[in-house]
């Protein structure tokens, strides 16, 4: 590594509780939620609309993600470059005993400025070892939109195409992509 590289090889930080996240950090992941889902990234969330998508419903999503954080149930990753918020996703387990030894990674998402740096493997190969030896998951799964080419990034992670669901995803008239599910055995 470079002394370059290593002057911007992201930082990252785990939280894993709502009161852990200043304002700033909220302000910066509500910044970056927009910037993704309105530049054609897959992290739309449930009560967001189609794009473009505004900092009030990204926000209102935000606090819903932080006040689910809880060390054992939820926690967030976030990485950053130099100060700056580059990307960021959420690790979460079901508390139900059928299920409790896997989770699932959601809103895995690169600030487009940063794009292209490694900061979406990095996020993944650490929340594997969060996954494992912090949360005592054994295996990981998540939800990727076909047609942008992400089962292949997680492929090159080391994660696996399980399932698909044909045209799940209406991500407008007549654009029907698959939604692909992946597993990953930590």
Do not use: K
């Not at 996020?123 to 990981?140: F, K, N, S, T």
């Not at 990727?144 to 044909?166: K, Q, S, V």
């Amino acid at each position: 590594m470079t002394v370059n590289e290593a002057a911007t090889a992201p930082a990252l930080t785990q939280i894993t509780r709502p009161r852990s996240i200043p304002p700033d950090l909220r302000r910066e992941l509500i910044d970056c939620w927009v910037a993704v889902a309105n530049t054609g990234g897959a992290v739309i969330a449930p009560e967001f609309p189609l794009p473009p998508v505004s900092t009030r419903e990204a926000g209102a999503a935000m606090d819903r993600l932080i006040s689910g954080l809880d060390p054992q149930r939820a926690r967030l990753l976030v990485a950053t470059v130099n100060g700056a918020l580059a990307g960021w996703l959420i690790v979460r387990r079901d508390e139900h005993p059928l299920v409790a030894h896997c989770g699932v990674v959601n809103h895995v998402q690169t600030h487009p400025r940063f794009r292209g740096r490694g900061i979406g493997a990095t996020l993944m190969y650490r929340v594997r070892d969060i996954a494992r030896d912090e949360m005592g998951l054994e295996r990981l799964g998540l939800a990727a939109r076909g047609g942008l080419g992400l089962e292949d990034f997680y492929r090159r992670l080391g994660w696996t195409e399980i399932g698909r669901w044909p045209g799940a995803l209406r991500v407008a008239p007549g654009d029907d992509r698959d939604e692909i599910l992946m597993g990953l055995t930590l």
